[in-house]
């Protein structure tokens, strides 16, 4: 028969009560930081999803109902392959490719915008997923809107430097003489902001998906940089971080659009350095099989 008086539970009932009051809390935190954590994933997916859903944005389950394609249905033509070439042929791209360099120097010379338009005609000429075509090419020429673009930037990149990037970061970077003042900003003649538009609209309104657009976006980028080394003009590939939303609010893009890259364009200074890199050998990026 249990001895009541001599038991541990009343003999001991402080230690119990503290015991079982430190249980129930950890249990309650616990489900709290649960809770938490669910809600701030389910805000980020919110204030995400209108722009990095690269496949799946704009698609509305209709059932099994047949769906009509975004993209016009037009007749198909014959191609005999590439009419216009270079008389140097690949030889004499590679060449001029393997010239490019990006430089951070950049001189104020004047640079004819029409020139500029053309390597950006040429860009949008980038294969894309579906024939989506997504991206947008913005040109900056008003000295007013890169200053406010330099400023943005900037403020960013101190912080960048100084707080968000790590150690080893900073340290790979050392060799190629950057840090957070970025003068071709305001000294190159033009920046090219280069957004992917992560969805765009049908003619009837209704949401289009675009189809590995980051992907679509780079491939233009590319072909952006080869038409700018053909026509002797100079460039640099930038990502200003944390800078997009403010440099899209600037801009007054809509909210579909995400910037991926920034390039100033022009001459090289007088004094224009760039470090003496060297680049792979085809050895080295090509595998046979």
């Known amino acids: 028969m249990l001895n009541i008086e001599n038991s541990f539970f009343l003999q001991h009932w402080e230690i119990v009560v503290i015991s079982v009051s430190i249980v129930y809390f950890i249990l309650k935190l616990r489900d709290n930081q649960k809770s938490s954590a669910v809600e701030t994933n389910q805000q980020q997916v919110n204030d995400e999803e209108t722009i990095d859903n690269d496949a799946k944005d704009g698609e509305v389950d209709t ?33 001029m490719v393997n010239n490019r360099r990006s430089i951070r120097m950049i001189s104020n010379k004047p640079v004819d915008i029409e020139i500029v338009k053309k390597c ?72 090219i902001l280069v957004f992917k538009q992560a969805f765009g609209f049908k003619a009837n309104g209704e949401r289009k998906t675009h189809y590995y657009n980051e992907i679509s976006t780079s491939i233009a980028v590319g072909i952006l ?3 700018l080394q053909s026509a002797g003009l100079s460039s640099l590939t930038t990502t200003p971080l944390n800078c ?36 792979k050998g085809l050895d080295e990026i090509m595998e046979i099989y």
Not at 75 to 94: C, M, Q, T, W
Not at 129 to 153: M, N, Y
Not at 182 to 189: F, G, Q, S, V
Request: some cysteine.
């Open 120 to 191: 950006i005609h040429a860009a949008g000429t980038s294969p894309s997923g579906a024939h989506t075509e997504p991206w947008t090419f913005c040109l900056i020429k008003s000295a007013d809107v890169k200053k406010q673009i330099r400023e943005i930037i900037e403020a960013e990149e101190y912080m960048n430097y100084k707080q968000r990037m790590s150690k080893q970061w900073t340290a790979d970077l050392k060799p190629l003489r950057t840090n957070h003042i970025k003068e071709y900003l305001t000294e190159a003649p033009y920046l």
């Open 244 to 279: 997009g939303p403010a440099l899209r609010s600037l801009l007054n893009r809509p909210q579909n659009e995400k910037l991926l890259v920034l390039l100033p364009v022009g001459y090289p200074t007088d004094n224009c350095e760039v470090p003496d890199l060297k680049r």
């Open 225 to 227: 940089l080869s038409a």
């Open 63 to 95: 059932g099994d109902d047949e769906l009509s394609p975004s993209l016009e249905v037009v007749n198909h033509i014959p191609y005999r392959g590439a009419s216009v070439v270079l008389k140097g042929g690949v030889d004499e791209f590679y060449n």
